[in-house]
């Protein structure tokens, strides 16, 4: 049998979605320019989430691919911007911190975006891994011990999430390039998940089982911890960040389908592969 590509069905009508629009229409209003491929990518991805049902599971979907700070800052979403503090480079295709005081802040928290103990993710798009192995975050914010949300480069071959967990304990995982799309999220009352697609396909999915406490309170953050437990912003990236992002859980099908599109979505927006 021959495999088809990945595309939106062809009877969604020939309008264009009206939230691929408004995203449009707000990166264009920041005076950047987005392409023709750049635009049916997006809507494609947009109504592909539609049917196959996980698009109202994000809060929050940040494409930071503009070469700018103003719609690098948007979220997909709900066309709201975050805050990008320090030193970053914004590159076609990605925005990198410079590994000490880069960093975005969403300007919302897990717990005031709806994610609660028995649905809750958060992604990256990583397109280059950080140069150091002492332990880097590329989303991250806790406020309590036992409130914690991050995905962490733990060193450069191991990748560590951690969502909701009564104990503090993360999922773990040993991979050959710390890169990719990685997705943690709920699964269940109990279950959560650490998924890694790269340009093989999905490489790791690592399954955890813990009891549940409440989202964190605070601000989440991109390239970098916002520890408010410790009134700390640690662990600062310098990793090539292409995509990151907020929701509610999905299940193991929702997550291949999800990360599957987020990488044809920044793959054809940019002309970059996914390591």
Same mark, same amino acid.
């Given at each position: 049998?021959?495999?088809?590509?990945?595309?939106?069905?062809?009877?969604?009508?020939?309008?264009?979605?009206?939230?691929?629009?408004?995203?449009?229409?707000?990166?264009?209003?920041?005076?950047?320019?987005?392409?023709?491929?750049?635009?049916?990518?997006?809507?494609?991805?947009?109504?592909?989430?539609?049917?196959?049902?996980?698009?109202?599971?994000?809060?929050? =979907?940040?494409?930071?691919?503009?070469?700018?700070?103003?719609?690098?800052?948007?979220? *997909?979403?709900?066309?709201?911007?975050?805050?990008?503090?320090?030193?970053?480079?914004?590159?076609?295709?990605?925005?990198?911190?410079?590994?000490?005081?880069?960093?975005?802040?969403?300007?919302?928290?897990?717990?005031?975006?709806?994610?609660?103990?028995?649905?809750?993710?958060?992604?990256?798009?990583?397109?280059?891994?950080?140069?150091?192995?002492?332990?880097?975050?590329? *989303?991250?914010?806790?406020?309590?011990?036992?409130?914690?949300?991050?995905?962490?480069?733990?060193?450069?071959?191991?990748?560590?999430?951690?969502?909701?967990?009564?104990?503090?304990?993360?999922?773990?995982?040993?991979?050959?390039?710390?890169?990719?799309?990685?997705?943690?999220?709920?699964?269940?009352?109990?279950?959560?998940?650490?998924?890694?697609?790269?340009?093989? $396909? *999905?490489?790791?999915?690592?399954?955890?089982?813990?009891?549940?406490?409440?989202?964190? *309170?605070?601000?989440?953050?991109?390239?970098? /911890? /916002?520890?408010?437990?410790?009134?700390?912003?640690?662990?600062?990236? /310098?990793?090539?960040?292409?995509?990151? $992002?907020?929701?509610?859980?999905?299940?193991?099908?929702?997550?291949? /389908?999800?990360?599957?599109? =987020?990488?044809?979505?920044?793959?054809?927006?940019?002309?970059?592969?996914?390591?």
């Amino acid at each position: 049998m021959i495999a088809l590509p990945h595309f939106r069905p062809a009877f969604f009508g020939v309008g264009m979605d009206a939230d691929a629009a408004a995203y449009i229409a707000a990166v264009k209003n920041t005076g950047a320019s987005v392409s023709k491929t750049q635009s049916d990518a997006i809507v494609n991805f947009i109504e592909t989430g539609k049917f196959e049902g996980w698009y109202s599971s994000l809060k929050r =979907l940040h494409l930071p691919i503009w070469g700018a700070v103003a719609p690098n800052a948007i979220d *997909i979403i709900t066309r709201s911007s975050g805050t990008f503090v320090g030193n970053i480079t914004h590159a076609t295709g990605y925005v990198q911190g410079d590994g000490s005081t880069g960093y975005f802040d969403f300007g919302a928290s897990p717990s005031s975006l709806g994610l609660t103990t028995s649905g809750g993710s958060a992604f990256a798009l990583i397109n280059q891994a950080d140069s150091r192995n002492d332990g880097r975050f590329f *989303i991250g914010v806790q406020t309590g011990g036992n409130r914690r949300l991050y995905i962490q480069q733990a060193f450069s071959t191991l990748l560590r999430s951690t969502i909701y967990s009564a104990s503090g304990a993360a999922i773990n995982t040993s991979v050959t390039q710390a890169n990719g799309i990685l997705l943690t999220a709920v699964n269940s009352a109990t279950d959560r998940y650490l998924k890694k697609r790269d340009s093989s $396909g *999905i490489s790791t999915t690592i399954i955890s089982t813990s009891s549940t406490t409440t989202a964190p *309170i605070s601000n989440v953050f991109a390239m970098a /911890n /916002n520890d408010a437990l410790n009134l700390l912003i640690s662990g600062h990236t /310098n990793a090539r960040l292409g995509a990151y $992002g907020l929701g509610l859980g999905f299940t193991l099908t929702q997550g291949d /389908n999800f990360t599957l599109s =987020l990488k044809t979505l920044w793959e054809t927006s940019t002309g970059l592969t996914l390591p």
